[in-house]
Nanobody
Framework: QVQLVESGGGLVQAGGSLRLSCAAS????????MGWFRQAPGKEREFVGA??????YYADSVKGRFTISRDNAKNTVYLHMNSLKPEDTAVYYC???????????????WGQGTQVTVSS
């Protein structure tokens, strides 16, 4: 029942910053854990990070550089990306989970993705 729409992708130089947004529909937004994933050309989709309420979880590749936050009043989750590297280039997806189980979470709803390209 949840609809997710990502935005904020684009082209940025290495070392730069970008903020992705994921707008969610539904009055039960605050009850869902939200995750971010990415998929680079020729690569498998990989986990980036997730937030259940306040606690956040990150892949080792982005720890210290990316930050996930959410604004329940706006039904929006954000991915703040700093110190971007060319290897961060990918299509980024947000996802929602009704039952959060940490790294084993099964996500129930997915957005369509937004392209992030980091140039060197």
């Amino acid at each position: 029942q949840v609809q997710l729409v990502e935005s904020g992708g684009g082209l940025v130089q290495a070392g730069g910053s970008l903020r992705l947004s994921c707008a969610a529909s539904g009055r039960t937004f605050s009850s869902y854990a939200m995750g971010w994933f990415r998929q680079a050309p020729g690569k498998e989709r990989e986990f980036v990070g997730a937030i259940s309420w306040s606690p956040t979880y990150y892949a080792d590749s982005v720890k210290g550089r990316f930050t996930i936050s959410r604004d329940n009043a706006k039904n929006t989750v954000y991915l703040h990306m700093n110190s971007l590297k060319p290897e961060d280039t990918a299509v980024y997806y947000c996802a929602a989970a009704r039952n959060f189980r940490g790294r084993l979470t099964e996500y129930d709803y997915w957005g369509q993705g937004t392209q992030v390209t980091v140039s060197s």
